[in-house]
């Protein structure tokens, strides 16, 4: 099988499905969840149009508070005198304005994700561009690396990623597909979560990082301990040398101690893990994670 020869429109599908499924076993309702997959971020009409309508208004509000509070009653005057002659004459003006702010917000903001959530109208979105992109960086890392025997190892799920992914190579299977099921599967379960604890980035990643975990099964492989060992390692020195870690990387930080402080489980109790998720403060998190003792 070659990068390109693997169907990522049934492979999200069925990793969105699976997602569902396993919160629904696990007593967590996910219900009128919808998924949408995107070829890139230029799919996104939906988002889109509901940014640009917001944009569009806040720069009518912003105009119309230039042209009421402006203190100089002259500068006032001239002020609405000019822009008013402009609208008047252009009005498509603010449009164009409101458009190219929100290509510009869009680009800004989902440049590199995989996935979006857009939770007033129940929906995530995957996008495939990135999700390749991703696959294709983790084949070309793999192929430096001389893997022989079937094992655990960690990949990063995103380019700058400090808190690794255990990823399970199996030389028997196909790599590209696995290594796509796997990219497809973390960003999914991600978006999904975000269900449950809606636009909180930390407390989204704790609970994503233990969802892959258990899902599949991870806990059955002992070496995989030693990828979440070293994941709490780094995570500790990033906070005793005080450097920033985005709510991403602190989440995840967070997810592998819970898994740590649970090694003998082969499952853990979702519903009480989402209440002490819930809970806990930023502070909290950083707290446990300085803290916390391996051996
Ligand atoms: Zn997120």
């Given at each position: 099988?070659?990068?390109?020869?693997?169907?990522?429109?049934?492979?999200?599908?069925?990793?969105?499905?699976?997602?569902?499924?396993?919160?629904?076993?696990?007593?967590?309702?996910?219900?009128?969840?919808?998924?949408?997959?995107?070829?890139?971020?230029?799919?996104?009409?939906?988002?889109?149009?509901?940014?640009?309508?917001?944009?569009?208004?806040?720069?009518?509000?912003?105009?119309?508070?230039?042209?009421?509070?402006?203190?100089?009653?002259?500068?006032r005057n001239s002020l609405i005198i000019f822009i008013i002659a402009i609208l008047m004459r252009?009005?498509?003006?603010?449009?164009?304005?409101?458009?190219?702010?929100?290509?510009?917000?869009?680009?800004?903001?989902?440049?590199?994700?995989?996935?979006?959530?857009?939770?007033?109208?129940?929906?995530?979105?995957?996008?495939?561009?990135?999700?390749?992109?991703?696959?294709?960086?983790?084949?070309?890392?793999?192929?430096?690396?001389?893997?022989?025997?079937?094992?655990?190892?960690?990949?990063?799920?995103?380019?700058?990623?400090?808190?690794?992914?255990?990823?399970?190579?199996?030389?028997?299977?196909?790599?590209?597909?696995?290594?796509?099921?796997?990219?497809t599967d973390i960003v999914v379960i991600h978006e999904t979560v975000h269900y449950i604890f809606g636009n909180d980035e930390r407390k989204t990643s704790t609970f994503e990082f233990l969802v892959y975990f258990y899902k599949n099964e991870f806990y059955k492989y002992p070496e995989v301990y030693e990828i979440i060992e070293e994941n709490i390692k780094i995570c500790k020195t990033y906070i005793e040398e005080n450097k920033e870690l985005d709510a991403y990387e602190l989440g995840r930080c967070y997810g592998n101690i819970i898994i740590h402080k649970n090694k003998q489980s082969t499952n853990i109790n979702i519903k009480d893990i989402i209440e002490e998720i819930k809970n806990l403060s930023k502070k909290d998190v950083i707290d446990t994670i300085r803290n916390y003792k391996m051996y």
């Open positions: 099988m070659t990068r390109d020869d693997y169907d990522l429109d049934n492979i999200i599908k069925s990793s969105f499905e699976e997602a569902i499924e396993y919160f629904n076993k696990n007593g967590i309702k996910v219900e009128g969840l919808k998924l949408k997959i995107a070829k890139s971020i230029w799919s996104f009409y939906d988002i889109f149009i509901s940014r640009f309508i917001i944009i569009l208004f806040i720069i009518s509000v912003f105009i119309y508070k230039i042209l009421y509070h402006a203190e100089n009653i002259l500068i252009y009005p498509i003006i603010i449009f164009i304005i409101a458009f190219f702010m929100t290509v510009g917000y869009l680009l800004f903001l989902y440049q590199r994700s995989q996935g979006v959530h857009f939770l007033p109208d129940k929906k995530i979105f995957i996008i495939k561009k990135h999700l390749e992109e991703t696959v294709n960086r983790i084949l070309d890392d793999l192929s430096h690396s001389n893997i022989k025997d079937s094992s655990v190892i960690g990949i990063k799920s995103s380019k700058n990623s400090i808190v690794l992914h255990p990823f399970y190579i199996n030389m028997k299977k196909d790599i590209v597909n696995d290594l796509v099921k796997t990219i």
